[in-house]
């Protein structure tokens, strides 16, 4: 799971600090895709090819058994490390083997932190304290998986000034090009 926080609702006088044109750009994406007449919030994506209304929960236990049994492709993160502090850098290795699929994908590295807060100003959240968990801090494509192929490639990138590497996950997916259908993701977070 992966929160995007747009920033189309930053004109409301308080500005989200998680938001991100480059998210708002993605959501429009899928409400194109999925035929929508706007994106809104909360608006969840599942595997990249199924919208969650979260108000109904008998489509949500249907879409998510559903996913559960989707076969993935396997990918696997490794020597995953946070090295020096001004700027600190995330290092990971990151192979996906024995990927005979007839699909390619591009290949994706999301930086989340794991809980973040955010004390609301303005509109109808006015006042409020939100808690957010698996928050996009930075999210890029960093390599292309060709048809029936393996692919092994280093990550790496620059955290955040102040970032707590203990308050970060690396989450690598796949996806179809064109934000077409995920077919495999992993998660791992830095060591001590």
Do not use: C
């Not at 928050?135 to 990550?155: A, P, T, Y």
């Amino acid at each position: 799971m992966l929160s995007e926080h747009v920033d189309y609702w930053n004109h409301d006088g308080w500005k989200d600090p998680y938001s991100s044109a480059a998210l708002t750009e993605r959501q429009g994406i899928y409400a194109r895709e999925f035929g929508l007449s706007s994106p809104y919030t909360p608006q969840a994506i599942v595997d990249g090819k199924t919208e969650l209304r979260l108000n109904d929960p008998l489509q949500t236990t249907k879409v998510f058994q559903t996913s559960a049994e989707l076969s993935m492709i396997p990918l696997t993160i490794s020597r995953l490390i946070v090295d020096g502090s001004s700027p600190a850098l995330l290092r990971a290795h990151i192979e996906i083997v024995g990927h005979s699929g007839k699909l390619g994908a591009d290949v994706y590295g999301a930086i989340a932190l794991d809980h973040a807060e955010s004390q609301v100003q303005w509109g109808e959240n006015r006042g409020k304290r939100l808690t957010h968990v698996a928050v996009i801090e930075e999210m890029k494509k960093i390599g292309k998986l060709d048809k029936g192929r393996d692919l092994s490639l280093d990550f790496q990138t620059k955290l955040p000034s102040g970032a707590d590497p203990r308050n970060l996950r690396l989450i690598v997916f796949l996806q179809q090009p064109g934000q077409g259908k995920v077919l495999g993701a992993s998660m791992a977070k830095p060591g001590p």
